[in-house]
């Protein structure tokens, strides 16, 4: 009988052992998060500040549907910390906000391991002015990729008294009754200081992508019904340039890197000349409709801006079938700017009323301006035109603005 007992009681504890190791396993799991630390110049961790992880890949959208664009939030602890477990990969803006001290830094997450953040706080900022545009009408302004914002007065006064960073801040001015983005202006902001005055924004403005979601479909695209970037080369009138990487012609998603990029990720993608044509091209492009037989009225643009890092010279043109009848279809007659690209990033600008078709084009002969072509734009094109056999465009681009396109007019699709 104490045999038995023994057995018994040496079984249990067996069981009991395994049963706690089986646990121990489970719970020391590693799950992929990040862990954020705040810290003072000189070293001394802060507590007490709240950590707020902003969705940069999905900001415009759910800025424009009203909703929170906040992942998640915590507070730091005693060592300045706090950890995000369990995230899904994705481009974030960290706002840390304190009593007095704030700070932001922009991360594409991979959420393939842990990843540790430490973020250097200064004093926090603020930034006021005045819309004067939107006086009377019921607006609110914020930060672009954060939760920051404040209402606007009956005169189109604004003040956000707690704004991290010390930069040039990007300011979305939102309809409070629609929640649609109206327009962008730009606050300059300095440590502990406050700005006045009027903030300089258009009426109506859009952002066509800004790449951070890492898609192919953009976030005008959003708005008009799933527009999308492509990829194209010149087989198709039997050149031999090439695009890079490759994989661009069937998924351009594949170019969209967080590799020395503007913020979040940017389109990075080159071009190389053929010699079998005499007009050798390649570029990429965002559809503006989700059927190429469809269109885009953009007769309210005003003017097209990106940031943009390379080497070589790029055309930016709009693709419209007001123009698919004028000429051969290796010059076209589309409308468009040819630009300089600089090896650090840039921030270009191309005014509607100072393009052209393009050269020796009978369009260009024929005398037509953008207001014949501007109600039926099917995409926008950035690439290379080179008569130069060899010759290598590298282009990075991010933060692509429509100035002057009404989002509300896309918002009832």
């Excluded at 010390?166 to 300095?190: C, H, Q, R, W, Y």
Aim: overall charge negative; some cysteine; glycine content about 10%.
């Amino acid at each position: 009988m104490i045999r038995l007992l023994i057995l018994f009681l040496a079984i249990l504890v067996l069981s009991c052992g395994n049963s706690s190791v089986a646990d121990t396993t489970s719970s020391s799991e590693v799950t992929n998060g990040i862990a954020i630390t705040a810290i003072m110049p000189d070293g001394s961790p802060v507590t007490g500040c709240v950590v707020s992880l902003i969705d940069q890949s999905n900001w415009y959208k759910l800025t424009a549907e009203g909703k929170s664009t906040v992942s998640e939030s915590g507070t730091t602890g005693t060592d300045g910390s706090v950890t995000f477990d369990s995230l899904a990969p994705g481009s974030f803006s960290i706002v840390i906000t304190g009593e007095k001290v704030g700070g932001r830094k922009i991360i594409s997450f991979s959420a393939k391991e842990k990843e540790s953040v430490t973020i250097v706080l200064s004093s926090l900022n603020q930034i006021s002015g005045n819309i004067s545009s939107f006086a009377g009408k019921p607006m609110a302004v914020r930060i672009a990729g954060t939760d920051i914002s404040a209402n606007c007065d009956s005169e189109g006064n604004f003040s956000l008294p707690q704004v991290p960073g010390d930069s040039s801040e990007i300011v979305a001015v939102v309809s409070a009754n629609s929640n649609s983005i109206l327009a962008f202006g730009k606050g300059v902001t300095g440590t502990g200081s406050i700005q006045t005055g009027e903030i300089q924004v258009e009426p109506n403005a859009v952002l066509l992508d800004d790449f951070n979601d890492g898609d192919r479909f953009s976030i005008f695209g959003w708005f008009t019904g799933h527009g999308l970037w492509y990829a194209y080369d010149d087989s198709w009138l039997g050149g031999n340039s090439t695009v890079i990487p490759s994989e661009a012609l069937t998924n351009p998603a594949i170019a969209i890197s967080s590799i020395d990029a503007w913020q979040g990720k940017s389109m990075s993608i080159s071009f190389v000349m053929g010699n079998t044509i005499s007009t050798p091209h390649a570029s990429f492009a965002c559809q503006l409709r989700e059927q190429a037989d469809q269109y885009a009225n953009l007769s309210g643009l005003r003017r097209l801006s990106w940031r943009v890092k390379g080497k070589g010279t790029m055309r930016v043109n709009f693709i419209s079938s007001a123009v698919d009848n004028f000429g051969a279809v290796a010059i076209r007659g589309d409308f468009g700017s040819t630009v300089t690209l600089s090896d650090q990033w840039t921030e270009l600008s191309i005014d509607m009323d100072s393009i052209t078709p393009e050269p020796e084009s009978a369009a260009l002969k024929a005398g037509l301006r953008w207001s014949d072509v501007s109600d039926s734009i099917r995409s926008i094109v950035f690439g290379s035109w080179s008569s130069v056999p060899g010759d290598t465009v590298q282009i990075q681009l991010d933060d692509v603005i429509l100035h002057g396109v009404d989002p509300a007019v896309y918002q009832n699709r």
